[in-house]
Structures are given as structure tokens and as C-alpha cells.
């Protein structure tokens, strides 16, 4: 009798690891970490390396037009849809050695995995690469997974520019990653992600399994506000238009607003523009971005509304004005459940202490959900740290978090020799 699941499945953890490291050679950073933004020539190495070892376990790597890369280990049922599991091998300009690449790697490591104890499943399994996940260089981010989804055109997309000008097609037709396949072409079963948690819970509960029950939902509000520029040493105080003081009481405005919503919610500004940024000049335009999350969309709203209602009067009340847009918006996604019991229920067979999580990081996953099943699993890292080059986890969690993701990949794939 074929089954569904294999009990005693487990992975190499070393080669799992080794595989991270030697990965992490590609696009050092300068303080142990990695710098591969998308579309550089590291990111370009990278994929290369990704290739070579994808083709040398038997897949079939395909690539669409936003330069997604798609390793296919064939099934017993030409006809079935494919079973994905993957994330981003690009970083931030000073990211960390695990994040995306533990989710793109584990996927390499469960097809290595079943070559080494031959088995096969009906579905075939991709192990996916989605491009252009952190948004550093091309705004924004979930790039790539964002057009697969409908969400972002992909015509748009391929016309964004980076701060020194040069256009994101031309950057992946200049390293060669630039694929005929047209986007979306591909059909899913469903989809995995694994990542690491990005924040602290999971280390601070002891466990090295989180099932992600949740994604939040994001809005990033540019805001510009517009005083006076006038001589620092010179203008009466009485008769300053002070647009960095407008930045202030708009700073204390989001962590306020996010304090009301506790805990479901964060907010910060992250990103500011000072002009005209002169020692002895009082700014006179502030340019920022406000970034609101939460899973709950009641929420998101509610804080948008409240940011958009109260800050013109806080800025008026000092003589500058206000105005705002959303320039980055996704609802909170809810994985499917029938997956995330999958994921509970490997990593009880498997013996790995786990606890449901929300996601507080976008990732392609959220993208995917809108049109296929999805779940996500996370591994600790430590003290919470990422989007650093100190980012860390150990091999112990990258293990135990790859195994649960397998048992969910072969269940849903199907095992038919075993």
C-alpha cells in the first residue's frame, strides 16, 4: 500500500549546512555577513552555484521573465501539479548568511534527501528562487512573487530603477537571468517557505519550530512635510515653520498609535529624507516612511486612519503642512489550514517542540497565498537578530525546521514507493 508520508524521514544536517556556508562565499559582506542584492553580479554567481547543484540532483531548472529560478524533481504523475517549497537567495546590502537562503537550500536539501533513499512521489516537487524578495535595491519588495500573484505588473516591474539609475530588466538581462518562461505560467499544488523567524519568540520559548498560522499585513505611508528653510542661528524661534520638528511629533504619533493596538500591531518610521540636510539650515521638507503592520486588517485600517486624521493638526499647530500616501500595501494573509495542521502534525512525529507564530516580515509566501495553498515554517535565530550581518541560528534548528517543511512537501507530493 503506497503512503502519503514517510515517518522516519530525516535530512543530513551537515550537508545541509555546508551548503549555507559554501553559498555565504558568494557576496561577503564586511562583517560576516553577506551583501547579494538582486540583480548584482553575486547574485547572479549565486544562482549559478544553485543551478549546478539543482541539475547535479536530477531537477530541471527553469526560469521566468522576472528571473525566478524553478528546480523540478519530476513525480510519478506527469499530470499532477507540482508541490513548491523555496524563498530568496538575494540579501540586504549588509544581510545575514540565512535569510531566504535557509528556505531555498532546505528545499535543495529535501530533494537530496529523497534522491539519497529513492523515493518517489506522484507530485513533482520545484524548488523555487524567487527574485528580488528584499526589495534593498529594487523597490518593492516580494518583487518577483508579486508579479507571479497578479499583484504587481510585470511590465512596471521590469522599468524600476535603483538609486544609481539603472533599470531592473537591463540589470537582469546584464547578468544573464533574464528567462523567456512567462510569469505565472506555472500552476501549484501548493507552496512551502521556510525562513528564519526574525525576531525573538521562538528562541525565547525554547522552540526550534514555529508554524506560521498568520502573515501581517503591511502599509508603508510616504509622508512629506513642508515648513521654511531658514537660518539656524538667526530666526527667532517664535518664527520658525520647523519641518524636522513636524517629523517628531509625527514619530511620536506611529509609536503611539501602535501602543493603542497592542499586541497586535508595530509601527515606525524607518526611512527619512532631510532637506536640505545643512548643518545651519532649519529643514524645510521631511520626506518619510511610516510602516504599519499587524495581522489583524482591522487593525492596519484603523491605524492608517487615525495616522492620516491626527498628524496634519499636530504639523499645522507648528506652522507645517502634511500629506501623505501609501506607497506599499498588502492585506494579512491567512495560510491554509489544512497545511498548517501538516506542519503541526510532522513536527509532533518528528519529536520538534513548535508553537504557532505570525509572520512579522513580508515574505513570498504572503504573495503566493493569494493564489494557492500555502504554509510557512520558521527556525529561531538569535536574539531576533536580522537584516544584520551578525544574523545567526544553529545547525541544530536549521535541521529540525527543514525536517518538519519535508514532511509537509512529501505528504502533500505523495509518496508511491514506500
Given at each position: 500500500?503506497?503512503?502519503?508520508?514517510?515517518?522516519?524521514?530525516?535530512?543530513?544536517?551537515?550537508?545541509?549546512?555546508?551548503?549555507?556556508?559554501?553559498?555565504?562565499?558568494?557576496?561577503?559582506?564586511?562583517?560576516?555577513?553577506?551583501?547579494?542584492?538582486?540583480?548584482?553580479?553575486?547574485?547572479?554567481?549565486?544562482?549559478?552555484?544553485?543551478?549546478?547543484?539543482?541539475?547535479?540532483?536530477?531537477?530541471?531548472?527553469?526560469?521566468d521573465e522576472m528571473g525566478t529560478m524553478f528546480a523540478k524533481r519530476a513525480g510519478s504523475?506527469?499530470?499532477?501539479?507540482?508541490?513548491?517549497?523555496?524563498?530568496?537567495?538575494?540579501?540586504?546590502?549588509?544581510?545575514?548568511?540565512?535569510?531566504?537562503?535557509?528556505?531555498?537550500?532546505?528545499?535543495?536539501?529535501?530533494?537530496?534527501?529523497?534522491?539519497?533513499?529513492?523515493?518517489?512521489?506522484?507530485?513533482?516537487?520545484?524548488?523555487?528562487?524567487?527574485?528580488?524578495?528584499?526589495?534593498?535595491?529594487?523597490?518593492?519588495?516580494?518583487?518577483?512573487?508579486?508579479?507571479?500573484?497578479?499583484?504587481?505588473?510585470?511590465?512596471?516591474?521590469?522599468?524600476?530603477?535603483?538609486?544609481?539609475?539603472?533599470?531592473?530588466?537591463?540589470?537582469?538581462?546584464?547578468?544573464?537571468?533574464?528567462?523567456?518562461?512567462?510569469?505565472?505560467?506555472?500552476?501549484?499544488?501548493?507552496?512551502?517557505?521556510?525562513?528564519?523567524?526574525?525576531?525573538?519568540?521562538?528562541?525565547?520559548?525554547?522552540?526550534?519550530?514555529?508554524?506560521?498560522?498568520?502573515?501581517?499585513?503591511?502599509?508603508?505611508?510616504?509622508?512629506?512635510?513642508?515648513?521654511?528653510?531658514?537660518?539656524?542661528?538667526?530666526?527667532?524661534?517664535?518664527?520658525?515653520?520647523?519641518?524636522?520638528?513636524?517629523?517628531?511629533?509625527?514619530?511620536?504619533?506611529?509609536?503611539?498609535?501602535?501602543?493603542?493596538?497592542?499586541?497586535?500591531?508595530?509601527?515606525?518610521?524607518?526611512?527619512?529624507?532631510?532637506?536640505?540636510?545643512?548643518?545651519?539650515?532649519?529643514p524645510e521638507k521631511v520626506v518619510f516612511t511610516v510602516d504599519f503592520r499587524s495581522h489583524?486588517?482591522?487593525?492596519?485600517?484603523?491605524?492608517?486612519?487615525?495616522?492620516?486624521?491626527?498628524?496634519?493638526?499636530?504639523?499645522?499647530?507648528?506652522?507645517?503642512?502634511?500629506?501623505?500616501?501609501?506607497?506599499?500595501?498588502?492585506?494579512?494573509?491567512?495560510?491554509?489550514?489544512?497545511?498548517?495542521?501538516?506542519?503541526?502534525?510532522?513536527?509532533?512525529?518528528?519529536?520538534?517542540?513548535?508553537?504557532?507564530?505570525?509572520?512579522?516580515?513580508?515574505?513570498?509566501?504572503?504573495?503566493?497565498?493569494?493564489?494557492?495553498?500555502?504554509?510557512?515554517?520558521?527556525?529561531?535565530?538569535?536574539?531576533?537578530?536580522?537584516?544584520?550581518?551578525?544574523?545567526?541560528?544553529?545547525?541544530?534548528?536549521?535541521?529540525?525546521?527543514?525536517?518538519?517543511v519535508m514532511h509537509g512537501v512529501v505528504e502533500t507530493a505523495e509518496i508511491t514507493n514506500?
Amino acid at each position: 500500500m503506497a503512503m502519503t508520508h514517510g515517518e522516519n524521514l530525516t535530512i543530513d544536517g551537515a550537508r545541509l549546512w555546508q551548503a549555507i556556508m559554501d553559498i555565504a562565499r558568494i557576496g561577503p559582506g564586511v562583517a560576516g555577513g553577506n551583501n547579494r542584492q538582486a540583480l548584482t553580479d553575486a547574485d547572479g554567481e549565486a544562482r549559478a552555484l544553485f543551478q549546478d547543484w539543482c541539475e547535479a540532483a536530477g531537477c530541471t531548472v527553469g526560469v521566468d521573465e522576472m528571473g525566478t529560478m524553478f528546480a523540478k524533481r519530476a513525480g510519478s504523475d506527469p499530470d499532477a501539479l507540482p508541490v513548491f517549497v523555496g524563498s530568496h537567495l538575494d540579501t540586504q546590502p549588509t544581510g545575514g548568511k540565512y535569510d531566504g537562503v535557509l528556505g531555498v537550500l532546505a528545499g535543495l536539501e529535501i530533494v537530496r534527501t529523497l534522491n539519497d533513499l529513492d523515493i518517489t512521489t506522484r507530485r513533482p516537487i520545484v524548488v523555487t528562487n524567487w527574485t528580488n524578495e528584499e526589495g534593498s535595491r529594487f523597490a518593492p519588495a516580494m518583487m518577483a512573487s508579486g508579479v507571479f500573484a497578479g499583484a504587481l505588473d510585470r511590465d512596471w516591474v521590469l522599468d524600476r530603477v535603483d538609486a544609481d539609475g539603472k533599470r531592473f530588466g537591463d540589470e537582469l538581462q546584464r547578468i544573464g537571468w533574464k528567462g523567456t518562461e512567462p510569469v505565472g505560467q506555472r500552476k501549484m499544488h501548493a507552496f512551502f517557505e521556510l525562513h528564519i523567524e526574525q525576531g525573538p519568540i521562538l528562541e525565547q520559548e525554547g522552540k526550534p519550530v514555529g508554524v506560521v498560522t498568520h502573515g501581517q499585513g503591511l502599509r508603508w505611508i510616504e509622508c512629506t512635510v513642508t515648513g521654511k528653510g531658514q537660518h539656524t542661528g538667526s530666526t527667532p524661534m517664535y518664527m520658525r515653520r520647523n519641518a524636522g520638528r513636524a517629523l517628531a511629533r509625527v514619530t511620536e504619533l506611529v509609536h503611539e498609535i501602535a501602543m493603542q493596538y497592542q499586541p497586535n500591531a508595530v509601527g515606525a518610521i524607518g526611512h527619512v529624507d532631510v532637506h536640505p540636510n545643512s548643518r545651519n539650515i532649519i529643514p524645510e521638507k521631511v520626506v518619510f516612511t511610516v510602516d504599519f503592520r499587524s495581522h489583524v486588517l482591522g487593525t492596519l485600517e484603523a491605524m492608517v486612519t487615525e495616522l492620516s486624521e491626527t498628524a496634519p493638526g499636530l504639523c499645522a499647530d507648528i506652522g507645517v503642512r502634511f500629506k501623505s500616501e501609501v506607497v506599499g500595501s498588502f492585506d494579512p494573509p491567512a495560510f491554509d489550514e489544512t497545511l498548517v495542521q501538516r506542519l503541526r502534525d510532522a513536527a509532533d512525529r518528528l519529536g520538534h517542540g513548535h508553537m504557532d507564530v505570525i509572520s512579522g516580515a513580508g515574505h513570498d509566501a504572503c504573495r503566493i497565498n493569494s493564489i494557492y495553498p500555502t504554509a510557512m515554517v520558521m527556525c529561531p535565530c538569535k536574539d531576533g537578530l536580522s537584516h544584520n550581518e551578525a544574523e545567526e541560528i544553529t545547525p541544530d534548528w536549521a535541521k529540525a525546521a527543514t525536517e518538519v517543511v519535508m514532511h509537509g512537501v512529501v505528504e502533500t507530493a505523495e509518496i508511491t514507493n514506500r
